[in-house]
């Protein structure tokens, strides 16, 4: 049987352009109720029965039995072993990321995680101190899409940070473990890690049990249950995005080889049936050449039959009247992968207004980005860049507001404070700041 | 009837002290099922009717009966009108307040929030953009939390990011508009304001309606209906923490007039029967006089019967052997507001890890932090200041990672990426990495 990929074409000269495109685009990330329910048990029952739950439910549902919840630790000789255990090229290539990684989000802390403060005129001392969160909770997935470049991309930057306990959980489904995901692990110092996973793990992780120490955030992509976990134990502790469905969207001008545009398009498509790849251009031709290198190019790949299902149920290709109307589609759909392949990309980077991550010029594929460049790559999915931001360095630190107000500044802000204090009719804040006037 | 004020006098020697402080501390931000399901069916009933069901509900709710969700619009004459009624002296203030609080955020827009790049030796340019948010909704209490200054806290920062509309939302129960509030959203530059609350504004500003238009984040404090519906909004929205009760905990030396200690503790205790106001210090006799000044000041108070319960339900005189132990016990809380009520509180700032907000010395009350000393007052409360941060121009801001990889950098990264690529099963990744190598 012939694999197909074949992406909508679209053409926004067309009358109904825009009621095609919306129906590519939607994705819903409503919640299953089922789930909801199932998952709000799951929380309770960890939060009241601890490590018996969570053994429980780890021989139920990955199959993997244990007496006490210690034996699904996997200790720091276990994740070295791993690490010694693989291929000498995965290991020079895992630490070759994970210190560009570390570079990059080095970087980003020196540029925006710093403690600052400055002093008024009135002697006042204002700013922020900037602090780690002492403990946080990964989330890798385990089974299919393990990935261990993941793993790196959420422990470095808590590492950076300068989180004190980075405390890993994958579930290992019928004790399967990937040698590649613990590597990573023992490349990134993560400081303990757990062979758990589903709704229980992060409710081991928000709550604590008698073993498992609670954290203060929890990150990391997972399933449904996952998603509705993190939802659920949010306030309690912090979480990053609900991540959604991957997507590329990849902004042309019809100077880059098609073969490779059609090549990146591949690269979001075999993550998963419902990830997206559109191509905006403004040449039709060009389009013509990369659907025919979609073409050439499918039956070579192990992963054709995913590729062709998320290319023809949400791929498209998408005829613009100039880069211009491309700019202005793109931050609409607001991708987490947005390729700038023009020769010429700093001429259309000043027009993009919303993306996870912003690839400039034909070589930058956004694997290169994906693996290795040093920027995050978890990033806002399904429109989030319009509000979120990637995972970075940040999001394992918090900040404390620094207010020094000495008794010259107080005798300035006393009078206003009290004034706004009594108009809110708490007199009691008026009062406090009376008393400090001389 | 004699109004007591009775805070819990607990001493870090006792025997007992963590089981009577965890006690103390307790607080649960477990939401009702009853409100979980009406916020849902809320939520889905505007999504799919839109304006109708936005008329309806604040008819219903709020006992305001509109023909159009026009009507329920204030116009910016309608603020500027509240403005000018309102007396001079709180004209002054608000504006002064505005003033303060737009520097503060400006320099922190300037110490984290530009944007940053380098070039690493390959040539490689990496980065992040940080461009403003185009569109967020304001939520703002009605009835007895109407709080102006609230206004001016979330709106001046989303100003400072860049935010494009700003829009607000504040129920009128019956009808009844607080002046000071509209003016305070005159004074901000709020772009729109509607009179509208509970569930149904939140649907209506998360989801858009005929005449609202859809934000993508919202933020803002609100009751138990408010609060549950941002927690399902988020993800289709940003949304900023979920505030629990106020919290205020003095860290004394015993060299601040204990008056003020005591009113410190009166302003936060004025809030709600819920605030908390803790003391620590080290001396027994400083806090036997803290608390005849509490008995001695709370007479004076025209909202002495609530802060006398909120003292005696949630508030603690602590002894404590030491300042040190003071600030370890002062982490263990994290609480939102922090003061340092000593003659050397630098001595103590750098032992302190967790907190919304740190005020040092005896004259930075905390309300002139609330109003006017310029750092936000929306802080993170109920410990989770552990991992997350006061409100800021950080939160009205998103960031987009900037990658452009030369011809040369492909050469470097492209065998990185493919070796993780092929490790985890993703061959198009690996591809479209070794594709551009020459």
């Known amino acids: ?22 129906a590519r685009l939607h994705w819903s990330a409503d919640t299953d109720v089922a789930i909801e329910a199932r998952v709000a048990e799951i929380l309770q029952d960890v939060q009241s029965r601890g490590d018996a739950a969570v053994l429980e439910y780890t021989a139920r549902f990955d199959g993997l039995t244990a007496a006490t919840v210690q034996e699904l630790e996997l200790s720091q000789a276990e ?9 000498s090229a995965q290991r020079s290539a895992l630490e070759a990321a994970a210190h560009r990684v570390r570079l990059y989000h080095e970087a980003q802390k020196r540029a925006c995680g710093e403690s600052w403060s400055y002093r008024d005129a009135d002697g006042t001392l204002l700013g922020q101190k900037v602090t780690p969160i002492d403990r946080v909770g990964i989330y890798v997935p385990g089974g299919k899409a393990a990935y261990p470049s993941s793993v790196l991309m959420n422990a470095i930057p808590a590492h950076v940070a300068g ?4 405390i890993m959980v994958v579930p290992t489904p019928r004790g399967e473990r990937n040698l590649l995901v613990l590597a990573a692990a023992y490349v990134a110092g993560v400081t303990r890690a757990y062979t758990m996973g589903g709704a229980q793990a992060i409710a081991a992780l928000a709550y604590g049990t008698a073993t498992i120490p609670a954290v203060h955030k929890i990150t990391g992509p997972g399933n449904a249950y996952v998603a509705a976990a993190k939802r659920r134990v949010f306030g309690t502790v912090g979480i990053d995005m609900i991540a959604g469905p991957s997507e590329i969207l990849v902004l042309a001008d019809g100077t880059t080889p098609p073969d490779w545009v059609a090549m990146d398009m591949f690269s979001q498509a075999e993550h998963d049936e419902l990830a997206q790849s559109i191509l905006l251009c403004p040449d039709p031709a060009y389009i013509t050449e990369v659907q025919a290198a979609i073409d050439r190019l499918l039956p070579e ?16 290709l998408i005829l613009t009247r ?25 001429r259309w980077e000043h027009l993009l207004k919303h993306a996870g991550a912003i690839f400039l010029g034909a070589y930058t594929s956004e694997s290169l980005g994906d693996y290795c460049a040093g920027p995050n790559h978890v990033l806002p999915t399904s429109g989030t860049a319009r509000f979120s931001s990637p995972l970075g360095v940040y999001d394992f630190q918090k900040r404390s507001s620094l207010i020094e107000v000495t008794a010259a500044g107080a005798q300035v802000l006393g009078p206003i404070a009290a004034e706004l ?3 809110e009719g708490l007199q009691a804040h008026a009062r406090a700041a009376q008393m400090r006037l001389v």
Chains 1, 2 share one sequence.
């Open 163 to 166: 989180v004190g306990e980075i």
């Open 79 to 87: 994740l070295r072993a791993a690490f010694d255990a693989i291929p």
């Open 322 to 346: 100039s880069m211009e109307e491309a700019c202005d589609l793109s931050n609409s759909i607001a991708p987490e992968h947005l390729e700038v392949s023009s020769q010429d990309p700093h």
């Open 1 to 22: 049987m012939k694999i197909v990929a074949s992406p909508a074409y679209l053409s926004t000269a067309s009358a109904d352009f825009f009621q095609n495109f919306q």
């Open 301 to 316: 790949m192990p992963r054709a039959e995913i590729i062709a299902k998320s290319l023809s149920g949400r791929g498209a």
């Open 421 to 423: 204090a009594y108009g």
